[in-house]
């Protein structure tokens, strides 16, 4: 038995086990040997209390200052039109009622997003930008959780040429929150950067998205280049 030649597999997986984080190239290791190691940008740091074993903690701050992973995965070029990216996450607020969370950011510049941030009132909104600027604009429903609480999250899209053939969705532990269907161009916008974990990509924040960061941990981190 072989897997057939071609089929999409998972393009990363950051399991956030290191006991320490030093600002260096790959010093984030990718268990899946494709060669993405990502790199601790700020304060990020390496906590004990992981979902399974070890975490990723990004310290608060609602300023355009960064602590995050960069994963070094170009989102636009490694990914493309179809992918996926999936989490668990642990914000040290609760989720309605306190500053928002960027949770991850590819973004170049204000109008060619892409982006998850949890907003104040308990939303997720994951924004995606195809090459003409057409954005897609999932948003889910009120996610009333804890601070302190493991919580798992995942966002896909497929981004597709033709009348409402595009699809963005949000999942929270498992159960699909949020669902966006448009029509695009069916590619993304070349001006994405790397996917940047726990925090806004650089200072040009796009509108609604936020310059506060994570505020928490992440781990077990999977990014798939298919829906």
Excluded at 32 to 45: C, E, F, I, K
Excluded at 202 to 209: G, K
Excluded at 213 to 224: H, I, M, P
Aim: one cysteine or more.
């Amino acid at each position: 038995w072989c897997v057939p030649s071609g089929t999409p597999t998972r393009l990363a997986e950051y399991r956030m086990d290191e006991y320490s984080y030093a600002g260096n190239t790959g010093e984030v290791s990718d268990s899946t040997g494709n060669g993405y190691g990502g790199v601790r940008v700020g304060s990020a740091s390496s906590n004990a209390g992981g979902y399974v074993c070890r975490a990723v903690d990004i310290p608060a701050n609602t300023s355009t200052a960064i602590s995050a992973v960069d994963t070094t995965i170009d989102v636009d070029s490694a990914l493309g039109a179809d992918g996926g990216i999936s989490f668990w996450y642990r914000g040290n607020n609760a989720w309605v009622s306190s500053p928002e969370a960027q949770l991850f950011d590819a973004s170049g510049s204000t109008n060619r997003p892409c982006f998850l941030t949890r907003k104040s009132n308990g939303v997720l909104r994951f924004v995606l930008s195809d090459s003409a600027g057409t954005l897609m604009d999932a948003q889910s429903s009120v996610r009333s959780i804890a601070a302190g609480t493991w919580t798992h999250i995942a966002v896909t899209w497929r981004l597709a040429s033709g009348t409402n053939q595009s699809t963005v969705r949000i999942y929270v532990n498992g159960v699909q929150v949020g669902v966006d269907t448009g029509t695009t161009n069916g590619s993304l916008d070349t001006s994405l950067l790397t996917l940047f974990l726990g925090d806004n990509r650089t200072t040009a924040i796009p509108s609604n998205a936020t310059s506060s960061s994570a505020n928490g941990r992440l781990d077990e981190v999977k990014v798939y280049n298919y829906e």
